[in-house]
């Protein structure tokens, strides 16, 4: 998605991008304290940030009947979550969410995104919520399908899951705020549009995923919604915060505005 930007790709007039990279749970925490003006965040986070930031209405990653999964070291069925522990890769992470959707009293443990494979592969916990590459890879550990939240949740609702997308500090003002997400717009369209120069870029986070896996993976989570969320996106990023409301696991209404 930011390939164009980090890279200089695009003419962006006078305006200069620096590229900071972090796990979703850091930018999450690091946007509750308003640090960035412009940042990728979980869904589930937006809610305690509202008020400073406003969604872009480009840049989210949805998964269309697919998302973020719950393995095990056994075979399990979902009913038994309730009698795991499950890593999950943190608090703020809209998987977690979903997770609490599904089953509002699991018991979990906070583990870094990149090391909850081991962690149920060593039996230290139950099972492990799965938000990146790992989703593609489990099976090569031996580990075995609980549950694909995004799967439950098209059942559930007939939309996408929306896992995450960006916010811009609503203090920049409108002006900049419009200038900002058409940059990266076209940064997202650079990126689908030189594909394979983007992929060559992106595989160097990759975590040693072999190109075709780096490329699935890629084209799970950018596709026609990320360019633009369109009715359905807005729809179940609305549906998923009011259902995280209805149940309480998130504090209070969310009004959603989308640049």
């Known amino acids: 998605m930011f390939y164009a930007l980090a890279t200089r ?15 979703i ?14 940042s990728a965040i979980s869904f589930h986070a937006y809610a305690y940030m509202a008020d400073k930031y406003a969604l872009l209405s480009c ?30 890769p943190g608090t703020l992470t809209t998987a977690f969410l979903a997770l609490r959707l599904l089953e509002p ?21 139950d099972a492990g919520l799965l938000i990146h590459e790992g989703q593609l890879t489990y099976g090569d550990l031996g580990l075995h399908k609980v549950i ?35 940059d990266i717009k076209n940064s997202i369209q650079y990126g689908l549009d030189h594909r394979e120069e983007a992929m060559a870029y992106a595989i160097q986070f990759s975590r040693g995923l072999d190109t075709h896996r ?19 996106g807005k729809q179940a990023v609305k549906k998923l915060l009011s259902e995280a409301f209805k149940k309480k696991i998130i504090p209070q209404r969310v009004a959603l505005q989308f640049v």
């Open 25 to 38: 749970e850091t930018l999450n925490r690091k946007a509750m304290k308003g640090e960035y003006e412009v």
């Open 105 to 125: 009293n699991i018991q979990y443990r906070v583990v870094p995104f990149d090391k909850i494979l081991d962690e149920v592969r060593k039996g230290k916990c």
């Open 59 to 88: 840049g989210a990653s949805m998964g269309k009947n697919y998302g973020p999964i719950v393995v095990s070291n056994k075979p399990a069925r979902p009913k038994s979550l309730a009698d795991m522990t499950v890593a999950i």
């Open 214 to 232: 780096v490329d699935r993976f890629v084209g799970m989570y950018v596709n026609d919604l990320t360019l633009d969320y369109g009715k359905e």
């Open 148 to 182: 694909d939240l995004g799967v439950w949740w098209q059942m559930e609702t007939g939309l996408p899951l929306p896992l995450g997308g960006n916010v811009i500090k609503r203090d920049l003002g409108t002006r900049m705020m419009d200038r900002v997400a058409q």
């Open 9 to 23: 790709k695009i003419d962006t007039g006078d305006f200069r991008y620096v590229h900071t990279l972090s796990d």
